[in-house]
């Protein structure tokens, strides 16, 4: 990506050009200690030279590069793999299993009769039902994070909280694989033990996604800027801003490859059954455990620091207490004042405990909110990206399929991250530099939204176009007559997934970018705990519409201004 762009993983963290990471709390670290040359090991480096800091001439000249990457920060993005890989591998058929019967004339595990247009169900709970469940589980995979956050700097650390989370979330892989045994599932036992292993899921995800990205980026081998000669005789600059954003990109990809193992569990669904779907990424999970055993002792482990956005929680509610929830939201001097310790001093202090924050934590805080207020359309954005995945495989499994599995096609939207990416970093903005268009960040995002737009506008063509060709008309849904299926072609939702994340990396990169240039240092984590509420928001707007999410209403929430309003 250009300097300064940040790589965003939608549920866990994100980390800037220069390779900071968020949530970072009030880290309290040597990190500008001096280092030994010996730790910073660069690929064909001599070794006569003489380890030492450069210069502000230096500095502007000499070419940056990375240090080598330790091989215990390998071991991490491949425990992010497995992880990732496992969670998306079954989050991915949730819909299917919770809206679809099981398919007449099939295996009784979930899997549909070859050769027809039917598709892989379990429950048969229907779409409304299967969207507000797929939604709970969203919302609380984009909350308990900030809650595993804080555990990991308050008590735990990062590697502690991590092994939990991986104990938990292998205990959910199991009661899953148990909702998905053929005879649970026509016993009509199933729907007990799957809400219990979403909600499970969901729990050990905030326990191990938020720790990942910080636990790699403490592996970094150098502390500060150190000159070193390469054998052609080239100084370079030995730089852990590189090192780091070079670790963090591994990471990055480890996350968008391992998402593509749903390809895997689509098809286990639609040609063996959910008992194989479910099973097979556990098995993948279980290297998550070894892993770790293997690269605890290899790894750097800091103790927790204290948690910001912890603070930043007990700032607001004294302040709600003291001014009332009008006068927080109005904003204004009064109101951030009065959670400002030396305020409380002067009022007397009665009725307020001691606070363990000082007034500049509180002016900290009151830019980080002021810088933020980029993200307040996000709930909409997100409706728009991904926020009717449910909905999405409802439509496709009202398509022809022709031996397809119905969702297989959300796998398009990481492909498309890989493979937007690159494309905007060595394509689209070195074009735009070379003929003098300045792509400004408030463009950007106008330009992410209108990719946003024309995904909603190509969904309601294409759901008013599957009604008109249904045998069922305007309810395609649960249709049964003739095929049962509109004679559209699945394969045309692909823009559906593959748009959201181009306008993704503009809308979403963007605004972080400015929110986190615009707010103090130790305000990075808080302004990944308001991402991840804005996620929580959209999930929750998304519930509150399930009702209507049914025939013959599912072509309002794509039209409704890319679903920011609920269907009538």
């Not at 994340?501 to 963007?510: A, F, K």
């Amino acid at each position: 990506m250009a300097p300064g762009d940040i790589l965003l993983d939608y549920e866990t963290g994100a980390v800037d050009g220069k390779g900071t990471i968020a949530p970072v709390e009030n880290e309290k670290r040597p990190l500008d200690e001096e280092v030994n040359c010996a730790a910073v090991p660069v690929p064909e480096a001599r070794d006569d030279e003489e380890c030492r800091a450069p210069t502000e001439d230096e500095k502007k000249t000499l070419r940056r590069v990375s240090a080598m990457v330790p091989w215990a920060t390998y071991v991490i993005c491949a425990v992010e793999f497995s992880e990732r890989a496992s969670y998306y591998g079954v989050s991915g058929i949730f819909a299917n299993y919770i809206q679809r019967p099981l398919p007449s004339g099939g295996n009784g595990a979930g899997a549909p009769p070859r050769n027809t247009q039917e598709t892989a169900g379990a429950l048969g709970l229907g779409l409304t039902t299967a969207n507000a469940l797929t939604t709970l589980f969203s919302f609380l995979a984009y909350t308990t994070p900030i809650a595993g956050a804080m555990l990991a700097d308050l008590k735990w650390g990062r590697f502690k909280t991590i092994c939990f989370g991986t104990a938990v979330a292998l205990l959910a892989h199991i009661i899953l694989i148990i909702s998905a045994i053929p005879s649970v599932i026509q016993g009509g036992h199933a729907i007990a033990p799957f809400i219990i292993g979403l909600l499970v899921l969901a729990f050990s995800t905030g326990m191990i996604t938020p720790s990942v990205a910080p636990l790699i980026a403490d592996q970094c081998p150098v502390k500060s800027q150190t000159v070193k000669t390469l054998p052609t005789g080239e100084r370079v600059i030995v730089d852990p801003s590189r090192t780091i954003e070079n670790m963090l990109m591994m990471y990055y990809w480890a996350i968008n490859v391992g998402a593509l193992f749903q390809l895997a569990t689509s098809y286990s669904e639609k040609d063996v059954g959910y008992w194989l779907a479910y099973l097979t990424p556990t098995i993948l999970f279980l290297l998550v455990p070894l892993a770790l055993t293997w690269v605890y002792k290899r790894l750097v482990k800091y103790p927790p620091q204290g948690s910001g956005t912890l603070h930043a929680v007990k700032a607001f509610t004294l302040m709600i207490r003291r001014g009332g929830f009008l006068t927080v939201l109005k904003g204004g001097d009064k109101s951030w004042n009065s959670a400002k310790p030396s305020v409380i001093l002067a009022q007397g202090g009665e009725g307020v405990k001691p606070v363990a924050w000082d007034d500049e934590f509180v002016d900290d805080l009151r830019k980080t909110f002021n810088a933020c207020k980029v993200f307040a359309f996000f709930p909409v954005w997100y409706i728009a990206d991904g926020g009717l995945t449910t909905i999405q495989n409802s439509m496709a499994a009202s398509m022809t399929t022709n031996g397809a599995p119905n969702d297989l096609l959300s796998n398009f939207n990481p492909i498309s991250t890989i493979v937007t990416v690159p494309f905007y970093n060595y394509i689209l903005y070195p074009f735009l530099r070379r003929h003098g268009i300045n792509f400004a960040p408030i463009r950007r995002i106008i330009t992410g939204y209108c990719i946003g737009v024309l995904t909603m506008v190509i969904g309601a063509i294409l759901q008013w176009q599957v009604y008109r060709t249904s045998p069922c008309g305007y309810y395609s849904t649960s249709c049964d007559i003739g095929t049962g299926v509109s004679p559209i072609t699945v394969w045309s939702q692909v823009p559906l997934y593959w748009l959201p994340p181009m306008g993704g990396i503009l809308i979403n990169v963007t605004a972080y970018e400015i929110a986190y240039t615009r707010s103090p240092a130790r305000m990075k984590g808080i302004v990944m705990a308001l991402i991840l509420l804005m996620s929580a928001f959209s999930s929750a707007i998304v519930e509150i519409c399930s009702p209507a999410f049914k025939d013959p209403n599912l072509i309002w929430p794509f039209a409704h201004g890319r679903g920011r309003y609920c269907p009538s």
